[in-house]
């Protein structure tokens, strides 16, 4: 990792897969297990793929420590047809759902639900971007099918610094595309956790659900059987093909993991890491600025300016172009925010970090005023 010949990738997903694992998927791509067929060409009900949809779930059951009434389930449909599977599988119980909104990814979740039942937000649209109202001052309603909330916004560079508090006791619901095995989690105090698997844990193509079984058997009559978490969950993830070659590579990172000291370890470089760049922003003179609350800045995508507080596009330009050319990739912020962005998933090193700080500190001895 971090060498002269690799592409340092900040981006925020797809994102990095682990070298070793792309050279484990290399060496058996034309023939998996000495049979002379790529695992894209298997059938999804072979015995080699049924091995490995079991192991990529034994997995996640390890790693996150899942209990027993807990199910797992592989989809497709991106994040956004998540979006619209939790509702359509949850809100019937009361046809209301409690929705936090903290960024661009649970106010796209909110207009998938409204397409279902009645939303309620927990607390008003934000004055500021890069914040999370008190969580004594949210608005729950005790009648709620669910309570959902996005534990780390990409966009935004905002993170639940904890579990949010849920004073009905109603099913917790969370996305963690972006924070699943950043950080050990207690599955216990979730209905549903889920995901899609292209930024920690895989390629694009798959997503995870995690789900309390008492969760499942409510979905609405006109939820489709591909996104019925119920139907999902009777044929083990293989009601139609799945995405067969997705969920072996992600089978691969989840073994990565296991052996790179697990989600603790996982957990541990994911501190060093975020506190090493938002240290070089904090001692910058203001040159690099950080526009998140500091309470619930993300370990995981951190935006930052360049060239002062509101940042200068020109500096900005000249900074991806400098940057670039050290193979330092995908560093532009969200079309919707600006600036730069810097995804540090489990993929990313803390020597990909070094090299970026290291740059960071010559631009700013070339630039500053």
Same mark, same amino acid.
Request: hydrophobic content about 40%.
């Given at each position: ?37 790529? *695992? ?45 599977? /939790? ?86 619901? =969370?996305?963690?595309?972006?924070? *699943? ?24 193509? /798959? ?134 962005? =810097? ?6 090193? *803390? ?19």
């Amino acid at each position: 990792m971090g060498n002269s010949n690799t592409a340092l990738n900040f981006g925020a997903g797809p994102a990095k897969l682990p070298r070793e694992v792309l050279q484990e998927v290399q060496a058996e791509l034309l023939s998996y297990q000495d049979s002379g067929m790529s *695992i894209m060409e298997m059938s999804h009900r072979s015995a080699e793929y049924s091995k490995i949809n079991k192991d990529a779930q034994q997995s996640i059951r390890e790693l996150l420590k899942v209990p027993d009434n807990y199910r797992i389930l592989f989809m497709q449909g991106g994040g956004v047809g998540a979006f619209a599977a /939790v509702a359509m599988n949850l809100i019937n119980r009361t046809g209301t759902a409690d929705y936090a909104v903290t960024g661009t990814w649970s106010a796209s979740a909110v207009k998938e639900a409204q397409k279902y039942g009645k939303v309620n937000l927990v607390f008003p649209k934000a004055d500021k971007p890069g914040s999370i109202p008190d969580q004594s001052t949210w608005n729950c309603d005790p009648n709620a099918s669910y309570l959902y909330y996005c534990d780390n916004e990409t966009v935004d560079g905002v993170e639940f610094p904890e579990i949010p508090s849920n004073p009905f006791n109603v099913p917790l619901v =969370a996305d963690m595309s972006s924070s *699943i095995m950043t950080k050990r989690v207690d599955v216990s105090k979730f209905g549903v956790i889920f995901g899609g698997a292209q930024k920690n844990i895989g390629p694009a193509g /798959v997503v995870f659900v995690i789900i309390r079984e008492d969760l499942l058997g409510k979905p609405m009559d006109i939820c489709p059987s591909v996104m019925n978490f119920t139907h999902i969950d009777k044929c083990n993830s293989v009601h139609n093909t799945p995405a067969t070659l997705s969920v072996y590579i992600m089978e691969k990172v989840l073994r990565w993991i296991t052996a790179n000291g697990g989600v603790e370890g996982m957990e541990k470089q994911s501190f060093a890491k975020s506190d090493l760049l938002y240290k070089t922003i904090a001692n910058s003179n203001q040159f690099y600025s950080s526009p998140i609350d500091e309470n619930v800045r993300s370990r995981i995508n951190i935006p930052f300016r360049v060239g002062g507080v509101n940042g200068n596009e020109e500096l900005e330009a000249l900074f991806l172009e400098k940057a670039e050319k050290l193979k330092m990739y995908q560093l532009k912020g969200h079309r919707s925010v600006g600036g730069m962005r =810097a995804s540090l998933y489990n993929a990313v090193s *803390i020597e990909d970090v070094n090299s970026l700080v290291k740059f960071m500190l010559e631009f700013q001895k070339l630039h500053a005023v």
